[in-house]
């Protein structure tokens, strides 16, 4: 693929009259824009799709946004599809394509946008699209093995071909699937791992490594076996209910995730939360920020089995575990958020508390940190494994601390600025080499200024109300995001005209990284495989929905 | 590198006296909601419609909870006019429906007992709160409970999530694998009720829909002491909780 001018690094600051000038001067036969609010800032609208892949290359290499994601509407007259870009320092823009409801062919993007590779195969999974030119479509989240082709289990109800709900029990697993292998060589062989692997206590995913005997020539992870159509379920339920499901669809940033629901809720009733309520949703969000970055420490400890570290890890993580049931109720931060702010506020025995908790947390890992940068064992382990070079994290659009330690500098906090992030002084910590012990030193130095945000949090916290009402009655649609612990997660809400929601895409970091994985994995020997996937920290759960 | 060595005597012993002596550290259990009395049947029948998983079961005066069904969202905590009371006991496991007369593995199985983790579509909390059970604090080592890599050496089949359509097949043949006698036991609301995701054409609702489930660990996720006491209870080393009426609901 030619490249002009590709941005490794891409801009700090994209602004948007120049981006619609040069898209006008470029693109002005193709494109309608319309300035746009509710989280998107710019729609551009596509006359004709075959500029679709045109208009992306222009936007990811030319300009150097960062893709966000894909977003599937079926509307009762036509498909809608929009292709979520970030103007970084700016806003979200987004291309939006409708086509009828009888054409199913769309122009594949994943040439041009690798990011996007992963996002089409999805749509065409459950929607039943076809992307052209797309360089492998089928076996994806509905496995072949079970599955008839054409499920699309998330088209509308009175035009899905295939009646799911009555063939779930009947089903049975094709014996003569086989998964696709690459390697040729003589002497190659195919190495399943999972999905229930790892003593069982790993999270279910399936990934067959493909060798001729020590190093991994390709990795290809068969995600999806916890697939439980979140979006699907949430169509026709109330916003209440889908606030559950959005915070329970992944443990591990429930917080984030039920934020970036309830913002998008709060962008479509055009509510603005209270001031006390932004701060405290920045303390509970760095508070699992840093409670996931422990646990995801005490992951790479644990797989380089140095079990005293491990140890250490696991009591630092289990105490603010502790430390977040003390101060919420909940040891994983569920049930706090709602549309329109918080469902309770805190005392200030609690905030000293919760703070006299990070502050020990954070101290111990500093010490954890001096204590693994003198054991040699454990570093050779970690460096120069698993290495993803800053073309590859910009290529695959790899986003959070694996981004950030491959030299992306990619942080919603920064970049698009949302819940008065703005406010606090903190650091972005990047490393440029990408290996193992890049990903750790990128997680403690998060660790610390997660802990930074939460003392200025508590610092500048006013009384006041701590919610206001958020109650949807009429349609609309927005996109809420957030950085949650593992990178960027966007939710898009839209709401028919009783309240209900008709259509709900969660976009998440694993689900973004999952797809760079292989990257990190192949030409590395089997036994750094656990290692790799330790300091990836990406969860199945996430990626799955 | 012997610093690791004295790193780790240095933070002395950390693990819970529990089961010896209750475990009462502030954080171990986010609670449960339990039936509350309220001054009359309009008051019960408005806490009840504030629960968005209809849990709470208002009869007469007061309002009983469903704790199968409860998925620990609080707002019957916080925020509502009419809140329930709220405990901090963590020993919730109780005998799944129809297994009335669940009989314990036998003695011999007190301090060796192997646990096959199945997970089948978890949102990773539940998942999490078992591999805690490894960590300094609750220290499963110490009561000869042993997770293991291999159906084929497993006693216990603790399963998280509602079972995923991906993940019914892998979760059948480990469960055929292990050799008898074997237990289950469903962990989490999502494992045992389908939670928030319920039936549909991804998750099976439950365990119980595909498996002969034994013990229910009942929370959103049980905390790792909840947990524990199941696992204790699977050899009869700790009493079951009673088993609740089923509020009309059969499983």
């Not at chain 1, 619609?20 to 729609?43: P, T, Y």
């Not at chain 1, 990934?207 to 979140?230: N, S």
């Not at chain 1, 990070?358 to 003198?374: K, P, S, W, Y």
Request: net charge negative; glycine share 8%.
């Amino acid at each position: 693929m030619s490249v002009v001018g590709s941005p490794l690094v891409p801009p700090e600051r994209i602004d948007l009259d120049g981006l619609v000038a040069a898209i006008q001067e470029r693109f002005s036969a193709v494109v309608s824009l319309s300035r746009a609010d509710k989280g998107v800032l710019l729609s551009l609208h596509l006359k004709d799709p075959e500029s679709l892949p045109p208009l992306s290359l222009f936007l990811y290499w030319e300009i150097g946004c960062s893709f966000g994601g894909l977003i599937v509407e079926e509307h009762s007259h036509a498909w809608q599809l929009r292709y979520l870009f970030l103007a970084s320092g700016s806003g979200w823009i987004d291309i939006v394509l409708e086509l009828p409801l009888g054409g199913r062919s769309v122009p594949s993007i994943t040439a041009a946008v690798h990011a996007a590779d992963w996002h089409e195969r999805e749509a065409e999974d459950l929607f039943g699209l076809q992307f052209e030119n797309h360089p492998r479509l089928g076996d994806f989240i509905l496995h072949d093995q079970i599955w008839p082709e054409g499920a699309a289990p998330h088209r509308k109800p009175q035009r899905k071909s295939v009646d799911v709900h009555q063939t779930q029990l009947r089903r049975r697993p094709n014996p003569n699937w086989r998964p696709l292998l690459v390697v040729q060589d003589p002497g190659s062989f195919a190495m399943p791992v999972g999905p229930v692997y790892e003593g069982g206590i790993g999270e279910s995913l399936h990934f067959i490594l493909e060798t001729v005997g020590e190093d991994v020539l390709r990795a290809a992870p068969r995600l999806f076996y916890k697939f439980r159509g979140v979006e699907k379920i949430a169509e026709g339920t109330r916003v209440s209910h889908a606030l559950l499901l959005s915070e329970r669809f992944a443990a591990k940033s429930s917080f984030a995730h039920s934020l970036a629901f309830s913002s998008a809720i709060e962008k479509i009733c055009d509510v603005e939360v209270p001031p006390r309520a932004a701060r405290l949703r920045v303390i509970l969000a760095e508070l699992e920020r840093l409670r996931h970055h422990a646990g995801a420490i005490t992951g790479i400890c644990e797989s380089t089995a140095l079990s005293v570290a491990a140890s250490q890890a696991a009591i630092i993580e289990e105490e603010l575990l502790r430390a977040s049931c003390h101060f919420t109720g909940h040891r994983y931060l569920f049930g706090l958020n709602k549309p329109g702010g918080l469902r309770r506020d805190f005392n200030s025995d609690g905030f000293r508390d919760l703070l006299n908790a990070v502050g020990r947390a954070v101290d111990e890992l500093r010490i954890l940190e001096n204590r693994l940068h003198f054991t040699s064992s454990f570093l050779d382990r970690l460096e120069d494994v698993g290495v993803v070079d800053p073309n590859k994290a910009r290529d695959l659009n790899l986003l959070g601390p694996v981004g950030r330690a491959s030299g992306r500098c990619h942080d919603l906090r920064r970049e698009c600025s949302y819940g008065g992030y703005g406010d606090y002084q903190f650091e972005v910590p990047r490393e440029n080499e990408g290996d193992g012990y890049a990903r750790l030193r990128v997680l403690f130095a998060e660790a610390a200024q997660s802990a930074k945000l939460i003392r200025q949090a508590v610092d500048s916290l006013q009384p006041g109300p701590i919610s206001v009402p958020c109650e949807a009655t009429h349609s609309g649609a927005a996109l809420g995001w957030v950085e949650a612990p593992i990178g960027a997660a966007l939710h898009w809400v839209r709401l028919d005209s009783s309240g209900l929601v008709e259509r709900y895409r969660a976009i998440t970091p694993s689900f973004n990284n999952w797809l760079g994985f292989h990257v990190a994995v192949e030409d590395f020997a089997f036994q750094d495989f656990p290692i790799i996937l330790a300091t990836f920290a990406l969860s199945a759960a996430e990626c799955d929905r | 590198m012997s610093f690791w060595f004295w790193h780790g005597l240095s933070n002395g012993v950390r693990s819970t006296g529990y089961p010896r002596v209750p475990e009462s550290a502030p954080g171990v259990t986010p609670g449960r909601p339990v039936a509350t009395e309220f001054s009359s049947a309009e008051r019960s029948s408005l806490a009840a419609a504030d629960c968005p998983v209809d849990a709470i079961v208002p009869r007469g005066a007061s309002a009983l909870v469903d704790l199968r069904s409860c998925v620990y969202c609080q707002r019957c905590r916080f925020g509502g006019a009419y809140p329930l009371q709220w405990t901090q006991d963590h020993e919730w496991t109780t005998v799944a429906a129809g297994r009335e007369n669940y009989v314990p593995l036998p003695r011999s199985y007190r301090r060796s007992l192997h646990i096959m983790v199945v997970d089948a579509g978890d949102c990773g909390a539940c998942l999490h709160e078992v591999k805690h059970l490894n960590n300094p604090f609750y220290n499963a080592h110490r009561l000869g409970i042993f997770f293991t890599a291999t159906p084929r050496s497993a006693d216990v089949l603790l399963v998280v999530g509602p079972v995923s359509e991906n993940m019914r097949v892998p979760l059948l043949k480990t469960y055929e694998a292990m050799p008898t006698p074997k237990r289950i036991v469903a962990v989490g609301a999502c494992a045992i009720t389908g939670g928030v995701f319920g039936r549909g054409f991804m998750s099976a609702g439950g365990v119980s829909s595909v498996l002969p489930v034994d013990l229910e660990i009942p929370g959103d996720p049980p905390p790792p002491l909840a947990i524990l006491h199941g696992l204790l209870a699977v050899t009869g080393r700790k009493a079951l909780a009673p088993r609740q009426p089923d509020f009309g609901r059969t499983a």
